[in-house]
């Protein structure tokens, strides 16, 4: 017969407070094959675990219950006490008896404590038919994949590399930055924006440990933490980079020109171009559905000029396969697309911007050199209206969420144009004014004073052109006036939105997105860049809006999880995992079709299924869907549920 | 580099809250020795005494004491609890630490937490971690949970220390573990890297004359609430004001309270109060269904993720009033507490009379943050934070290489915030020693 010990913990007056614990307690320790049942204040403490392993000691326990909270909370914690006693750690389980008991039940303290002695009994079933399980253990890969090159993947891959592991970077634009290379300067203290990225990306481009695949893709991942095999899809640049010196020969001599993205619209670029002026790196691609080569095979002027024969017509996506153990996902963000935003005039009134737009305007290497004039006619704006929380906080029509960097950027870019245009007025709608980061609330009310910016709590209702201006009219809610602003030029702080293709991304990655498309983290507060799936690290604002010293930090502290992570050989993962009876098993294929862990594999030579350990999460897909039960899972199998089911039916 | 020549790859983590917890398990986990020094008796910092927290309201202990326990039994995570970082010498690779043991008066070794000696202990006084409302025993744990779990005496309240009478707690204590004559002791660690993680306190309550904080007891801070609605404090979760244990029926909620206020208080925004004062008006209408709650603002911050929606849902769906506006006096009338304040959105002035007043006061550093820094040669900025060696690119680093700040030590931030600057803190710590 076993000899079984059960644990009954108080969890202060979270689950005493309803369950009658003393009489649970002793009821249970009637059983016949109970040998110890105790309760205590807090299982989870020391004295409440030296409880436990002084039973073990004691009574000679061979099997364990511990009925607390739930056990994601601190099933690890007692398995680790058992196994200091030298028990197998799968011999001791959770009966949870708080979240799925006391909890629920708080006014029915009969029923509960009744439920908790039936789930406890239930728990005992499964206990007694356990089997002692080691843990498996699974080599690793002891390199990383970074998805996203802008500040949040640079800052991750130069930690990781600096911390002496090999990292390959994926940045699917020509170049390393992302929006940060587009901004002029950041708050709180105006430094200029690209000196210090293009510090760090050099760094990137050089580190012998990083291997930067920029025009780059992924296109597919299969695997698993520790062990992810990649396929990377690299566009063809139509340029040989390593032959191309950066010149730029090729660029002044194309011919064609079109509205360039990076400069919101506002300047031009070629078909052959580098991302932005000295970007990292400084070798320019062929945007081949703008290049007259592509398009009707008219011009070869690039190929004509550049002194190294670099240019390659031929070339062709490449595929390249890599394997890693653990992945960052810095996929960054977007601005809520203009299409979408009419009542604001944008799009349509070439005076209306964005941010970003505001962003190019003010940057030296930008479509007017640093130059604050209006798009449509290049004068300088006298009258600036600043519209925040453009589809932010906006549940019915656009974005709930706030987008958390806007009242900075709206601020330093007021303060910017009060610097260049002296004697114009800026006028800020805003709804909160949300300075809540250090040094913010100080360079807002100091740009406040200084600058005689104008706040103006409200929304604004419609954005129209008239006679060469912009109307806003808007509400001020303090003093509960209509407002109509005539102004030169309308910067919108447009809400920040997943970039593009976040959610395929995702999925490859058996990540999970919010309904907004933000990446999921596992506990929004204990394990903010962790995701649900392991191995999988998150960092920046493909998480949620952030500013550049939070991203900073997380991106950070993703590499500070991989480094943890990678410092050992093997990783050790539960067992508790399918696996097939080989007698029973008619090799039907059923469950590789179902696995959703690509789990499962028929073996050619027997023709039957096996279960790939490391890849098999235990989720039971497989158990439920087998026409012959050949499959179980260990330490959950059929005839364990069926007992546990009994105890409360019968 | 040491004397010999060799980089010493183990950490010191100063401050053993959630911030200094995250950056030791994964200083831990990637194979490396952590010293974590902490001047209380246990780990968990303020965190502890948070009952739920947002935007999910998920209670604080349970998400906490995974992690304490977890640092408590870490193979690599040595625990140095109720000790005080003395002086500081070195540089990265060979700091040299001196750190003062305060006497416990209770032998650590000896003592197998039991906690008879709490329950016979015949000394009550206002207990600190319950802000004053519940009664703590001269002998005491910070929690039945505490890692680790040993108990100190608190000699300012002790009858022995007093009056030389009592022994209760020795007489009682099966393993002998009581020790009078104890002392601070002295040791030293030899560590390659130092991360400082020592969080922050409220701004002190005898600043706020207007609000009658310390005068009318049913006005009390942030944190006395999180006491209040914690099933393990001073009213086991009711929220029942302090002067007459009432249910309070109207409850005024006043944000910014010295903070934004330049002129007076703290010119800066402390960063957590909107969350946690929407938070605080949530729970207290899911356990008083009747109650009106109030909350004055300046502006409502809600910048993190899921947070809008949150502040949105106690509006809509709980009823909660906000009123923008500063409040100008708060003072007892009988049993009611009377609070003046002004309405800038329709512009007039109101009076509400209430049951209790919450202030959520300002955050500052700790007190001694400053001496710390000195110790450690780092800069703090004029209130006492810790200052990082870059805003933006590098907000972990200080001017010191081999030492790294924290959480809230280095400017409010929320528990995310703080848990992620701790993980970007314990990164540059294991790329030093992987370097060198």
């Known amino acids: 017969m076993k000899r079984l010990g059960v ?74 006490a058992v196994k200091s006693q030298g028990m197998n750690p799968y011999l001791c389980e959770i009966a949870n008896i708080r979240e799925q008991c006391s909890w629920v039940h708080q006014k029915e303290k009969e029923e509960a404590t009744r439920k908790a002695e039936e789930i406890i009994q239930a728990t005992l079933e499964k206990v007694r038919r356990n089997d002692s399980l080691e843990a498996i253990a699974v080599a690793i890969n002891r390199r990383v994949l970074v998805v996203g090159g802008g500040i949040a993947g640079i800052t991750a891959s130069l930690d990781l590399a600096e911390g002496g592991y090999e990292v390959i970077l994926l940045e699917r634009e020509p170049a390393l930055g992302g929006h940060m290379a587009q901004l002029s300067r950041t708050f709180p203290d105006l430094d200029p924006a690209f000196s210090g990225l293009f510090l760090k990306a050099s760094e990137v481009e050089r580190h012998p440990k990083i291997h930067l695949h920029c025009y780059s893709e992924l296109e597919d991942v299969k695997g698993y933490v520790g062990n992810f095999e990649l396929v990377i899809r690299k566009k063809a640049t139509s340029v040989d980079r390593g032959r191309c010196t950066g010149c730029g020969i090729c660029i002044e001599n194309c011919p064609v020109e079109y509205v360039s993205q990076f400069e919101r619209g506002m300047g031009i670029r070629k078909a052959i171009d580098t991302l932005y002026p000295s970007s990292v790196p400084n070798k320019p691609v062929i945007y081949r559905e703008h290049c007259r080569y592509f398009i009707d095979g008219s011009c070869h002027r690039c190929e004509e000029v550049c002194p190294e024969k670099a240019i390659d017509f031929k070339q062709e996506d490449e595929r390249i396969s890599e394997k890693v153990g653990a992945v960052v996902v810095a996929t960054g963000y977007e601005l809520y697309p203009k299409e979408q935003l009419g009542e604001y005039g944008y799009g349509e009134i070439p005076d209306v911007i964005d941010g970003l737009g505001f962003e190019r305007m003010l940057s030296p290497n930008g479509p007017t050199k640093g130059k604050i004039i209006r798009p449509s006619d290049g004068k300088v704006p006298k009258e600036m209206v600043f519209i925040q929380c453009v589809a932010s906080r906006d549940p019915d029509r656009y974005m709930p969420y706030c987008s958390r960097i806007c009242c900075m950027v709206t601020a330093k870019h007021a303060k910017i144009y009060k610097e260049q245009v ?108 962790e995701s649900s799936t392991k191995g999988i690290y998150l960092a920046g604002c493909g998480q949620s809006p952030k500013d550049i010293s939070d991203t900073v930090s997380q991106a950070s502290a993703t590499a500070s999880k991989i480094q943890a992570l990678l410092s050992t050989d093997k990783l050790l993962q539960d067992p508790l995992i399918a696996f097939v009876d080989e007698e029973i098993c008619s090799g039907c294929g059923i469950c590789v079709e179902i696995c959703p862990y690509e789990a499962r594999e028929m073996d050619p030579h027997r023709g039957i299924s096996m279960v790939h350990s490391a890849l098999c999460q235990g989720c039971g897909a497989c158990i439920a869907s087998c026409p012959n039960n050949a499959c179980e899972l260990r330490n959950g199998s059929a005839s364990q549920v069926l007992r546990m089911v009994d105890t409360f039916v019968s | ?126 207990s600190e971690f319950d802000r004053g409302m519940g009664l703590g025993k001269a002998i005491y744990t910070l929690s039945p949970q505490a890692v680790p779990n040993k108990p100190v005496i608190n000699p300012s309240n002790c009858r022995y220390f007093k009056e030389k009478k009592c022994r209760v707690c020795e007489k009682i204590c099966p393993v002998g573990a009581i020790d009078y004559e104890q002392k601070d002791r002295f040791v030293e660690e030899r560590v390659g890297a130092i991360i400082t993680a020592v969080g922050f306190d409220l701004i002190p309550r005898e600043s706020f004359g207007e609000y009658g904080y310390g005068e009318v007891p049913d006005v009390i801070d942030g944190l006395a609430f999180e006491r209040l609605n914690s099933a393990s404090g001073p009213t086991t979760g009711e929220i029942r004001r302090p002067s007459d244990s009432k249910i309070p029926k109207e409850v005024v909620f006043i944000q910014c309270t010295g903070s934004r206020d330049p002129e007076r208080y703290m010119p800066y925004c402390s960063r957590v109060c909107c969350m946690y004062t929407a938070k605080h008006a949530r729970l207290y209408k899911h356990k008083v269904h009747d ?146």
């Open chain 1, 422 to 529: 002296p004697d114009g007025q800026p006028y800020i709608f805003y709804m909160d004014i949300r300075s809540d980061c250090k040094g913010y609330e100080e360079f807002l009310q100091k740009t406040i004073e200084e600058k005689r910016l104008l706040y103006l709590r409200g929304r604004v209702s419609r954005v129209f052109q008239d006679d060469g201006r912009v109307r806003v009219l808007g509400v001020d809610t303090l003093t509960g006036k209509m407002v109509e602003v005539a102004a030169d030029m309308v910067v919108l702080a447009t809400a920040i939105v997943p970039s593009n293709g976040v959610k395929d991304l995702a999925a490859k990655l058996r990540a999970t997105v919010d309904r907004h498309g933000f990446l999921t983290e596992a506990h929004i507060k204990l394990y903010p860049v």
């Open chain 1, 7 to 80: 644990f009954i913990c108080h969890c202060g007056a979270n689950i005493a407070g309803t369950v009658d614990v003393k009489s649970v307690a002793e009821k249970i320790g009637k059983t016949e094959d109970v040998a110890h049942s105790a309760d205590y204040i807090y299982m989870c403490s020391e004295p409440g675990q030296q409880i436990i392993r002084e039973a073990i000691r004691g009574k000679g326990l061979d099997g364990v219950v511990v009925a607390c909270c739930s056990p994601s909370m601190h099933e690890n914690t007692f398995r680790k």
């Open chain 2, 1 to 126: 580099m040491g004397d010999n020549g060799v980089f010493v790859k183990r950490a010191m983590v100063i401050g053993g809250g959630i911030a200094g917890i995250s950056a030791s398990i994964d200083l831990g986990n990637g194979g490396y020795e952590v010293v974590l020094v902490e001047k209380l008796p246990s780990i968990g910092g303020r965190m502890l005494q948070l009952s739920e927290t947002f935007p999910t309201l998920d209670c604080a202990q349970c998400t906490l004491t995974p992690k304490t326990v977890e640092t408590g039994q870490h193979p690599h995570i040595k625990l140095l609890t109720y000790s005080e970082v003395e002086q500081v010498e070195g540089k990265a690779g060979d700091f040299r630490v001196k750190i003062r043991r305060k006497a416990a008066y209770v032998d650590w070794e000896k003592c197998n937490g039991c906690g008879l000696c709490q329950q016979k202990c015949p000394s009550k006084n206002p």
């Open chain 2, 291 to 436: 109650g009106q709650t109030y909350i004055f603002y300046m502006d409502i911050r809600s910048t993190g993720k899921g947070y809008e929606e949150f502040i949105q849902q106690g509006m809509e769906e709980e009823g909660i009033l906000y009123l923008r506006g500063r409040v100008s006096r708060i003072f007892r009338d009988g049993e009611k507490v009377i609070v003046w304040g002004v309405d800038t959105l329709t512009g007039k002035k109101v009076e509400i009379s209430a049951d209790m007043v919450v202030l959520a006061t300002a955050i500052v550093p700790q007190k001694d943050a400053k001496d710390l820094a000195k110790k450690l040669g780092i800069k703090t900025d004029e209130y006492g934070f810790l200052t990082e060696v870059q805003r933006k690119l590098r907000p972990v680093e200080t001017d010191i290489e081999g030492i790294y700040i924290a959480g809230c030590a280095q400017g409010p931030k929320d528990i995310a915030d703080a848990v992620a600057h701790a993980n970007a803190a314990a990164s540059k710590v294991q790329v030093l020693f992987a370097k060198n």
